[in-house]
């Protein structure tokens, strides 16, 4: 059964997790481009290249998911709407099914 207050979990679980992935990529970028700066994962010419490579690819995964990110909002305010739209509807039709007396 369900209680006063549980609806919406999968609509602010949905913005949390793609927030919180956001979040830890921003993180990790921020991390991995500090250690290159400040020459802590570099010891030699094969692992400059291997730290070269990393921040290349990362930053290059970071544009990936940065290109779809507008896509994937959009399609998070559609489930969004959709979600307060039933929502509204529930509870029209619970003060409706309750006589509507005011």
Do not use: C, H, Y
């Not at 919406?8 to 993180?27: K, N, Q, T």
């Amino acid at each position: 059964m369900k209680t006063k207050g549980q609806t919406g979990g999968l609509i602010s679980g949905l913005i949390f997790g793609v927030a919180s992935l956001i979040i830890g990529v921003i993180i990790a970028f921020v991390i991995v481009s500090t250690l290159t700066g400040a020459d802590l994962l570099t010891s030699g010419s094969a692992v400059d290249n291997s730290t070269d490579n990393l921040v290349a690819n990362f930053t290059s995964g970071v544009d990936n998911v940065s290109e779809k990110i507008p896509t994937v909002l959009t399609v998070a305010a559609v489930v969004l709407i959709l979600g307060v739209l039933v929502l509204l509807v529930a509870a029209w039709q619970r003060m409706r099914l309750g006589g509507g007396s005011i």
